[in-house]
């Protein structure tokens, strides 16, 4: 039926990977920093903003019911992470929610850890455009905070090697986001993952496709040496001891609970701690930044102020001394995945004849 001004509106279609790929409307390395870029802008400025809510289920649950409980001491060292979460944004002309399941238990079935499916809608009727597949879309936009913490935090320091603690997807975006923005600069990547096939596996993958070289490794004798370390892992606790770190290190923690106290107490102390938002990290509370407060009865939100703990998000440049440590947690902002699926969309519609 048509609307009062006598336009009939379209129902949304689905657009899948497979579509997306035999289109060719998947995003270049390039295409995708440009995205993530422009949305950075537009959140600093205010024009883009948006919201998370996170229902997290018991895994006591899971292993009593699902029928699969014989399969619960092979996780013991890993989070099920059994979650819905739901991220909500608009910017000027978009609007969109992603909608994510995942269980770490998906791997046993053959399925990805968590599936996302993106509802874009336009803006001012927020009526759905399409409904996109953006499970790797969402792996590819979490691996390019690696570019953005690289220039904020090492662009005036030597760089001797980088340590990459995981190796799924958002681990596998990590290296190409670096091979795309500081490769020229970057000799060695160290991959150590929860076994070790899986980091074998990403640094064949990647052999001869990055100008540094990338190796696996079993322990953390090489984490010394890491300039940048970057968490991207579903482990239930710390996956390195603070000792272990070079001690004027930048880290990334895209994961959960995988940095010990002390390396944020010694940080606070004589480096620099930050995040992506202060507010969203610290309701999450999921975090090894997040969790540090609250095991003391305090929040992220509240204290994070008084001790100068930095945002992503905030419109200021950071002014950091090369010589101290940095800490940065990054939970996930919708917005990113809003700019990531409106350049697919648009770029979708023109190669389609669409636009």
Not at 27 to 50: N, T
Not at 278 to 293: D, G
Request: proline share 5%.
């Amino acid at each position: 039926m048509a609307n009062m001004l006598g336009i009939a509106p379209k129902s949304p279609r689905f657009i899948g990977a497979d579509e997306l790929e035999a289109m060719g409307a998947e995003l270049a390395i390039a295409e995708l920093h440009e995205a993530i870029e422009s949305a950075w802008l537009d959140i600093r400025s205010g024009v883009a903003f948006g919201g998370k809510a996170v229902m997290s289920l018991p895994e006591g649950d899971f292993w009593a019911a699902s029928g699969f409980g014989e399969w619960e001491k092979r996780f013991s060292g890993e989070r099920l992470g059994w979650k819905l979460s739901a991220l909500y944004s608009v910017n000027a002309r978009y609007g969109g929610v992603k909608v994510i399941g995942a269980n770490a238990f998906n791997r046993e079935r053959g399925l990805p850890r968590s599936t996302s499916t993106f509802v874009l809608m336009e803006k001012f009727s927020l009526r759905p455009l399409a409904i996109l597949d953006a499970t790797s879309l969402s792996s590819a936009r979490t691996g390019v905070y690696a570019s953005e913490v690289f220039r904020r935090c090492l662009r005036d320091r030597p760089v001797e090697s980088v340590f990459v603690f995981g190796a799924g997807p958002v681990a596998r975006s990590v290296v190409s986001a670096l091979a795309f923005c500081a490769g020229a600069r970057i000799a060695q990547v160290y991959v150590r993952s929860r076994t070790a096939r899986g980091a074998e596996a990403l640094a064949r993958d990647f052999r001869g496709r990055t100008p540094f070289r990338v190796e696996a490794v079993t322990d953390n004798e090489k984490l010394a040496e890491a300039s940048f370390v970057v968490t991207a892992t579903n482990a239930r606790g710390p996956v390195f001891d603070d000792h272990e770190l070079h001690p004027a290190a930048v880290t990334l923690h895209l994961g959960g609970d995988e940095v010990p106290a002390a390396t944020l107490q010694r940080v606070l102390r004589r480096g620099r701690v930050a995040c992506d938002d202060m507010k969203t990290v610290s309701r999450r509370n999921s975090q090894s930044l997040a969790l540090h407060f609250s095991r003391q009865g305090m929040t992220l939100e509240a204290v994070g102020p008084l001790l100068g703990i930095l945002e992503l998000s905030a419109p200021e440049e950071w002014a950091i001394d090369p010589q101290e440590p940095v800490s940065i947690t990054c939970v996930g902002l919708p917005m990113l995945d809003l700019y990531t699926v409106q350049a697919v969309y648009e770029k979708y519609l023109k190669l389609s004849g669409e636009a």
